[in-house]
């Protein structure tokens, strides 16, 4: 290259910013997940560019392309994006530099036969979309999806950044590497980031010190998304862990709410009872919400609503799912008819912080899902876990975070071989080998094997339309 | 060495026999084991020496020097060997070749504790010496006398091989190696030569084909003692994976018996159902009996008596092991008055064959339970696991046995970490981590964490005698 | 499958023979490993079939199916077997059980630029087939003949045991799993055996035994093709390795012979100077002809044709190779005329013992080159490796050999991942990476990084012919 | 704890500053290090405390105490340290927070013998402490030393942070965790950051972008110590990796300096041409000064004196060193009169920078010596690395930087087996061993056998003083 094009194709660099960026956006008619990104894009002056949005409802899609090109017009956002429906995956991933996952797999009749079908048989669970009979189910038709996108991936924008939002975090991140072991890909969970809030609210409830942000909260993370969990922690020249010992046994029987009273106003809060008790049992703090952490356990916190309200922590009805759905699409109605205005506020995601760092555009050190390579010590090589990694341009490097106790690294490692198990049952429709890992999940293992098999057979019967394939 | 030296010095070797070999055998008092170790080698005329026999029952061992020396005046017996009960373990260990370890840790009362209190909370356990609840408690007591051992034989025998007996056989072998990481030992059992007898006669039943020894049948092991798999099973020409599929087929609902009927006879008897049946959903051959295959897994085989006799097989109570003790004494009280006469015939242990490899006397491929070096992919490296292994004079090497199949490495590998945690706590004296194996055993995983708690606790304090330093 | 047709089939092991065995021979218009394979094969009786003869040059080929098929008229052989020469590589895979792979890449005249062109800027080599700049241009044209007939054994042969004789063999094996990773493939060579029967004349030299067959030299073998180590030897009770320092100690100076005068007679013979002073210098015993042995070490023993006769081996100049083709041509011509008959004798080579093993007729423990899967500690998964395995019913289980000393380990690997650049570097035509390379060989590394560039320019335009594709 | 204790105990984090550190220096009498150290803490006000300094001269150690404490009257100087020279190494350590190791092992008639008695021979060497005959000496007299402060810090300061500067950097780390697993040492070096400054040089030279600091030059760093390599390289959205090949085709010939013909006036300068040399060969960014890499590599650059001046670099005369030492004690002796006064500014070292982030004041991503635990792949674990590493509170965790090409893999991996077994040498005094690395250094390997041998011998000979116990 000439010394003077040299200059030229770098000059952009002299003044800081980034223009003409695609991103990609697959899931892109989602109603929360894409309002957060375009409120944090709009809120960032370094970068701008097209967000094309893909969605198999094109209709939402359309829907969020409104919604996005009408913030751009607004006088204080910083951020200048211009934002395209498409109708095929082939146009949205065409050029782009970053690809975002964020879909819903199947119907909420689908997710109400994983979340429901087990109650029938006495196994309840929280979230149902990770670990648990509806967490395996979920993924079976998820997998497939995942493998096609990465073959478009592969296919069209082979060194895009991908990230991916959609649960269950650790196979949809592993399906994409089974299918294109090149792909530069990583999965961004925002549970850690709450545990990290609640250290720095102990900070302030024990030590009486304000702490700025979350992210002065400095923690060393080893695991598996939604069982996740923190070996170090600190806050400047303190050591927290002692502190989280106290914490505990201060808190232990009522439980910690940072605000008050919150988890019987909504699904997603709980008063941190289940993470206190694993500390008590296992020494380490559980970095997710009660409810994620609860499905990876047999069903101690599980057993009953009466027992789940006892922990102080809260079931997800697929209702309740519905019904937040529609408020969301009411509530997109009124920005569309420009009743109301999307609020634009910094949604506590990384996301666009991640792309500025793969852009050059300052490090950051933060948790994310990656192919182990070694980060965690033990875990089987290419298993999705979780783990810091320093983001800087072009590249996301894990930082080794060690062992996990061996009580610990047991449980963990029954939950990676069971996702092994699905990844292989979901790609060669193995009926035989998704049942074995079925029966092995924690909340199943405590049924006879004889219930197990007719939950499983209903789960498979009542989903079978997103089973193409297999044997049912 | 001079060379007329070298000659003198290996003259032996032109006769092909090894003399004034020393054997120390710890739990020399044994009423079973010693005696088939004396058998066999009063069978076997390239080898003879002494065999020390210690004891913390000095009474049984100078009972086991009059049994053994007495073998030696009969006539038809080729092997000759001086017996000689030591009173201390140093005595036995001083000079000596080999090292043969079998010994019963703690008392039957204790052993009542690890087989019966767990049916107070509904947990039946065929066997309780190796998995479960029962498993777990004995290794607690026998792990310190195992360290014991390992260093008295650092100090006085560091070159010896030491061939290990007791069960739990992996936790035993396993702390040799952790306390003494040089010591040349390794850990046999029977379990995999009677599946090996059970396939020689599918052949026969299938093919009409006589089969002249177990040791025809040549077979690929991998996985932990008394959880042990084969994936490749050949006589001859024949490749007996299909054939196992026709066999489990055809007998499946009814089982099948060596010998008819004889599981209603003897507790170590089964109909091999429970071997079928893992057949059926796993793939592979479960490589031991059913009595310890099904402590292993979910209580679908240990649900209750009834279930263990609809699966055609038998509890183990610590009644009829008193009773056939004291059936042993009684025999043996003929032994030494002169009523009875040792039968000399060979047990169907492979001990003696090999140390006659061990001195170079022929190779030997058999199966042998000794620390992961790769032999079993994806296992942890160190921990104990059985697969054949080539014994040559001075080396045991393990052949590579490649890798489970996911769904029965990871119920294996949940074994082995719990395995890990009980080394762990027993040397640590470390409750906790005792407990949070014990609730990840798969037969106690079931009951509530409280009665698990409970059970714990009662089971801790039942055998205190034998947990010395414990905080109880 | 029905009982009675399970009977059936397996009959014909109630007979102990296996009929119908095909067998393509890739490379079968050899002169010298054709012979010896229709020997060994004429005096085994338990297996019959046929050996489809393939090589690009076809007139051989059709010479050797009728040297092959004169056998089975005599009277005295015992196996039976039908030869015939094919066109295509095609019709020799289809339905082929084996595959013996054994031909002779490039011409002569390639050979000699391999050879001799070194000589130029005094770089001897007592072979050129294996390590040194020869074997390094050998391999470059090589591997891509590899990676044709690994393309052809998947689509046609899957499932058939593929034994290779070519050099080089570490790099022949590895491309055949480069390229299709499922292959059931192995090298053989019997360079060890050699250094077997030096020991079992090491054993009557200094203790006056007998020792009836180098099988009963039981040894641990450890490293790469033709640089490969024993590091335990034992006859019967006898540790081989003091012995083995006595007999250096002894013959240190004039070397030993098993044929006096031998190394002056032929090129392939030597005196073990080498071998003693390696085993002097690091250790162990060096498990490979000197002339071997000598290319992967420093211009110690090649400095020049005057050291090379001081260390009591030979160079191989290609004249010898061109003469001695032309005179087992002529050979040939009295066999096809039948002036003189094939003598049918034991060739010393394993192959139909393997063979043998490999169909369920015994088992068999011997050295053979093989992926790391662990076998050789500290060595690259992956990389083709020499160590033991166990040979049975249609499986090759390597034995763990443990790990070489850290002085041997290095020079081993150094040449372990020289291959591997060397196999990238052939199958993309990567000049740099094959220079960079060429220029880490030991037997280069001391001329001057000009002169290195100079002769490999050379070498590769001397062989152009036989490297397509590469930007020369 | 008592909240109001613990209230107590983090109120010094209120303020943001740590008192009464403690820092143990050893070789605190040091005239270069000791005072870049002061310097950098005198202009750190966030903490404060007392330096131990420790020295086999103590003299020297007392004329550093002068030198500190005359500092902190400076009423510019912000950072209060009381400096302590102390007679024994356990007052250094007794209760020491921090531990700096930089000491000279032996004489500078020792490196007399190291770096010019291999010149008698043809081989010479531009620095003599790392790699090369000189390093490997140098290594053989510092490892005892090392094995011995291992000790010592084992049994007095557990639980310090220890920051070597010694070389070889490689062997001195490895050994502080040879002796004591636990030890919480890292090695740190600033040829990294001379590497970081040329390329912030080379976006000025090209693109006429002024850089702030090398440290907006982010790298991904892989290697050992001296021999380390970028693979990666940017500075904000610029990827440096295509300008650097455009640099190195632009300043090839000529080579670059960043400060004009300071390669004629320091021995420590250079052209860089050595580093654009093993770019256009190999495709990395050597990270080293010339003067070190050229010693891990072939005799190309250090064939002899001209050829080193060709290559605009320069050897590094023992002479040098005794008269820049004398200097420097001149120096001194203007500081301890108060002729002179201790210029404070920034040494460029990180040594403060990263004691601040180990207090958990601030995260550091940089390069440091470590032992592998997988964060490059494919080198033996426990092997000391060099890479990027996260530094916090308590915790130094290696980034993940992927895997070196296979050519560049190589020649490192000859060093890093090398050094392994120069350690092993050192501590077992195992002669052979140390020749066996000796002889195979790239430097050595050049030249005779014969010859080889005769330097060793004369090497020890003349540095048997600082070789105790070896067999001489």
């Known amino acids: ?24 956006y697959i899931g892109g008619g989602s109603q929360g997940w894409a309002k957060r990104l375009m409120s944090d894009l709009a809120l960032e002056s370094k970068i701008s560019g097209t967000v094309a949005l893909y969605d198999i409802n094109f209709k939402a899609a359309l829907d969020n392309e409104k919604v996005g090109n009408l913030l751009s017009k607004h006088p204080d956002v910083k951020g200048k994006w211009h934002y395209q429906a498409v109708q095929t995956i082939q146009e949205a991933l065409q050029g782009a530099d970053f690809v975002i996952i964020s879909i819903l797999p199947g119907s909420f009749q689908a997710m109400g036969s994983d979340v429901h079908q087990p109650e029938k048989y006495g196994i309840y669970q929280s979230v149902g979309d990770t670990a648990g009979p509806g967490g395996l189910m979920r993924a ?15 296919a069209l924008a082979p060194n895009a950044w991908v990230i991916n939002y959609t649960n269950p975090m650790s196979l949809c991140t592993r399906t994409l590497y089974e299918i294109f072991p090149e792909i530069k890909a990583f999965g961004c969970c925002h549970e850690v980031f709450h545990t990290q809030e609640l250290l720095a609210h102990m900070v302030t409830d024990l030590l009486e010190i304000e702490v700025k942000s979350r992210k002065e909260i400095k923690i060393n993370v080893l695991g598996i998304n939604h069982f996740t969990w923190i070996n170090r922690a600190s806050y400047k020249n303190i050591d927290l862990m002692p502190l989280y010992q106290t914490f505990v046994d201060k808190y232990y029987e009522e439980g910690y709410e940072i605000k008050k009273g919150a988890w019987r106003e909504s699904v ?56 937040d759905q529609q408020e969301k699409i009411n509530k997109n109605q009124k920005l569309l008819s420009g009743e109301e205005q999307l609020e634009v506020r910094p949604s506590g995601e990384e996301g666009v912080e991640m792309i500025l760092a793969l852009l050059g555009m300052g490090d950051l050190v933060t948790n994310v899902n990656l192919p182990n390579q070694g980060q965690i010590a033990g875990l089987p090589l290419g298993s999705v876990v979780e783990t810091n990694a320093l983001i800087r341009k072009d590249s996301v490097l894990p930082v080794m975070a060690g062992q996990l106790p061996l009580d610990i690294h047991n ?24 049942f074995n890992a079925f029966i092995n999940e924690p909340l199943v293992a405590n049924i ?25």
């Open 1 to 24: 290259m000439a010394l003077k094009e040299l200059k030229e194709n770098n000059k952009e660099q002299i003044e800081d910013t980034v223009k003409d960026i695609k991103i990609a």
């Open 140 to 154: 079976c038709r998820t997998i497939p999806i995942y493998a096609d996108i990465a073959n478009h991936i592969k």
């Open 268 to 323: 997603f809060e709980s008063c941190n009872r289940v993470k206190f008790d694993l500390f008590k049992r296992y020494g380490l703090i559980a970095a997710a919400g009660d409810r994620h952490l609860a499905e990876f356990m047999p069903p101690w916190y599980l057993k009953d609503p009466e027992t789940v309200k006892a922990w102080k922590f809260r079931l997800t009805p697929v209702d309740f799912r519905i019904q």
């Open 411 to 434: 449980m963990v490692q029954r939950h990676v071989y069971n996702q092994e198990s699905v990844l292989q049952a979901a790609l060669n429709k193995d009926k035989q080998l998704a």
């Open 448 to 472: 006879s094997r004889y219930k197990a098999e007719k939950l499983f057979n209903e789960m498979i019967e009542n989903t079978k339309d997103y089973l193409p394939g297999w044997d049912i």
